[in-house]
């Protein structure tokens, strides 16, 4: 059968796969892929399949034609493998997930839970990618407050999302100087993992094999940009899969912390899972900069912020600034946004409705239901941070040790080096078409 009313995905794509067999040519992927996330090409004139691997075409799939491309029975080999030595790093909104895959009810909060499931499958270290978010934020609020400082290139985006960060390089290249240049969480975690954690454990890096556990599929393309360091990259619905076929039940095992040096994280690393999430920890972060006070900002408490696909808009007084900010989730929305950039100084971009928590690697839901899923997945991260006992990046014990002993301070030489990235314009695949 001609697939003529199903979205395109090339063999080669590294994050998605379509199950032909299964495809009854329903257009549902076409257009969540063209209305919804905002694709849009010619055929015709473009030189490949334009894909920003966000996955949302498999979510909506209503016959289970569209998955992940699937990587986590490389992982089982490397665990069965007594030479290798193989972390994991956990995004997240995994852990505001995982349990919907073993019965449990969207958004129950599964920690240490899912922790103790991970040591006893295997892995010799298990990290929490919250604090590779709290590096984040430190890196990312040094390098606003300077643009403010210094009247540098604004409005500054956000650029922890990868289907946002492709999509600004294929349609709008000539915004790129807008992006911050700090990799996200999982490619600073990734980077601390090949320098830092190998120089404190005397460990080589051929010895060494780096897993991140993700709800976005995307993460599978963006760990192969040359300087993110992560070997694999697994989605939650993967996690669940390996968990059963080696016989282990979340709900059943021994719960178990983090491994020391990159343990669990602020409040405000763990709410990156969710919709202005990024903003409100940014902004705590450039607060304590530019007054030495600590505040919550409340964001995140804005009515706009429980509704998906929108945009959330605020101005924040911040000393002697009046920031204004935007958080933006959907493509669509994101092409209002860029018609106004003169009016923000700051914006989060996402591409998933209501951030990562909804990303195309998550344990599928019900079609009807998966909005309402998704919420509540959000609103279990916003709970744990406001019961987390640091709820500010820059208090992070972790982070202000390594700062310390090998960073010196954020934004300095060697942060830069290690922690920031460059992007590029990849607008030559639209072919002839204008981006």
Known sequence: MELSN???????????????????????????????????????????????????????????????????????????????????SV????????????????????????????????????????????????????????????????????????????????????????????????????????????????????????????????????????????????????????????????TKVQPSDFSPLFGKGSGSGLIFGKSGGVMEAALRYANYLLTGEDKIINFLDLAENNKSGTIKRATVNIGDYNLRVAAVTGMPNLEVVLNELDNYDFIEVMNCPNGCVSGGGQVLSPITKMNEINLERGESLVEDDKNNKIRFSYQNPDVISIYKTYLDYPNSPKALKILHTNFKDRSDILGEQSP
């Open 6 to 88: 199903a979205v395109r995905i090339d063999e080669d794509n590294i994050a998605i796969k379509r199950i032909k067999e299964k495809c009854v040519n329903c257009g549902i992927c076409k257009n969540v892929c063209e209305k919804i996330v905002g694709i849009r090409y010619d055929d015709k004139k473009a030189r490949e399949a334009i894909c920003i691997h966000c996955g949302q075409c498999i979510l909506n799939c209503p016959v289970g034609s569209l998955v992940p491309k699937y990587d986590y029975k490389k992982v089982l080999d490397y665990l069965h493998d007594t030479e290798k030595i193989v972390t994991i």
């Open 91 to 250: 995004a997240p909104s995994v852990r505001a997930s995982i349990g919907e895959g073993f019965g449990l009810d969207a958004g129950t909060f599964l920690e240490k839970e899912l922790v103790g499931a991970l040591k006893e499958v295997g892995f010799d270290y298990v990290f929490d990618v919250t604090f590779g978010a709290d590096m984040t934020i430190m890196e990312e609020g040094s390098e606003l407050v300077n643009r403010l400082k210094n009247k540098l290139t604004l409005p500054m985006f956000t650029s922890c999302c990868p289907s946002w960060v492709k999509y600004l390089e294929i349609y709008h290249p000539e915004k790129i100087r807008h992006l911050s240049t700090v990799k996200s969480p999982i490619g600073i975690q990734a980077s601390l993992l090949n320098t830092y954690f190998l120089k404190v454990n005397e460990l080589d890096k051929k010895s060494v094999i780096n897993v991140a556990v993700v709800p976005c599929t995307a993460k599978k393309f963006e760990i192969k940009r040359t300087e993110m360091g992560m070997d694999i990259a697994i989605t939650t619905n993967e996690l669940v899969m390996l968990l059963k076929e080696s016989n282990i039940d979340i």
